[in-house]
């Protein structure tokens, strides 16, 4: 994500990546904090607590050295913004509508990669966790394994609908994403059991529902905004290039128009 982030000068994923940084360092303090108070509930009973210890420290070590890279990565993502949004500038414009679809598209973009964390990787934990346990597969089963085969491939058919404006295609991606949904409701149902709740599970099932219809929203608004400007300015490789040679083409054209009277 850094080095795509970096290319394509995707300035809300970089700020992305410094809050995510920020929250592994504060949920490696809260790992800590929890190990300490585990580690006086040992010392009370009889039991060897040494090696515990050991990995006490290493968890405090490790913790430091995360917080330390944070902080690095804020203060490198806050420069890296300022030039991004300098360089974007001079790519788009003064324009102040197609620079706030450009940043409207910047966020679905990022949206799409965390799903990559959120409903992809949640969704083959599950699989190996709970869905394999039965030798029967059931239809809640086999829609589960079709959505998780489904979810990489959907993620870049979206990116790919933003960049060409297909109506089509995102119409598709934004269906999915209702499916992708019912797909997380059987999940609860399937797992979430009377007197045996997970509650950090619930936790990562939640938040993926809530940046599901999150990246479906931000889906929708850069649907609506087909059509008025922005598609040369979010191709990827040729399509990149041959955008940008057919503006330079515009440009020398409309510099040597030479006035007929």
């Known amino acids: 994500m850094v080095?795509?982030?970096?290319?394509?000068?995707?300035?809300?994923?970089?700020?992305?990546?410094?809050?995510?940084?920020?929250?592994?360092a504060l949920l490696g303090a809260l790992q800590v904090v929890d190990g300490i108070k585990w580690m006086r509930e040992l010392s009370?009973?009889?039991?060897?607590?040494?090696p515990l210890n050991t990995a006490m420290r290493l968890e405090i070590a490790l913790c430091v050295i995360i917080?330390?890279?944070?902080?690095?990565?804020?203060?490198?993502?806050y420069g890296m913004s300022r030039q991004f949004g300098w360089k974007i500038y001079k790519k788009i414009g003064a324009d102040v509508q197609v620079q706030r679809m450009y940043r409207m598209f910047q966020f679905f973009v990022l949206a799409l990669?965390?799903?990559?964390?959120?409903?992809?990787?949640?969704?083959?934990?599950?699989?190996?966790?709970?869905?394999?346990?039965?030798?029967?597969?059931?239809?809640?089963?086999?829609?589960?394994?079709?959505?998780?085969?489904?979810?990489?491939?959907?993620?870049?058919?979206?990116?790919?609908?933003?960049?060409?404006?297909?109506?089509?295609?995102?119409?598709?991606?934004?269906?999915?994403?209702?499916?992708?949904?019912?797909?997380?409701?059987?999940?609860?149902?399937?797992?979430?059991?009377p007197n045996n709740s997970w509650y950090t599970w619930i936790c990562l099932v939640l938040i993926g529902v809530l940046i599901n219809v999150a990246t479906a929203g931000l889906g929708f608004i850069c649907m609506k905004n087909f059509g008025r400007g922005l598609k040369p300015y979010v191709q990827r490789g040729r399509s990149?290039?041959?955008?940008?040679?057919?503006?330079?083409?515009?440009?020398?054209?409309?510099?040597?128009q030479i006035d007929e009277d």
């Open 3 to 24: 080095f795509d982030a970096t290319i394509y000068q995707n300035t809300a994923e970089i700020l992305a990546l410094a809050i995510l940084n920020g929250l592994c």
């Open 113 to 193: 990669k965390i799903d990559i964390f959120t409903e992809f990787l949640v969704s083959i934990f599950y699989l190996i966790q709970f869905g394999m346990r039965d030798t029967a597969v059931t239809w809640e089963l086999g829609i589960q394994i079709a959505v998780t085969i489904l979810i990489i491939p959907m993620l870049y058919f979206a990116r790919t609908a933003g960049s060409t404006e297909s109506y089509g295609r995102m119409i598709t991606f934004l269906t999915f994403e209702t499916v992708v949904v019912v797909h997380f409701a059987l999940m609860l149902s399937q797992t979430v059991q």
């Open 67 to 77: 917080l330390l890279f944070a902080c690095a990565m804020a203060y490198l993502s």
């Open 44 to 50: 009370k009973t009889k039991y060897e607590t040494t």
């Open 240 to 256: 990149k290039q041959k955008a940008e040679d057919l503006e330079m083409a515009k440009a020398k054209d409309s510099n040597w």
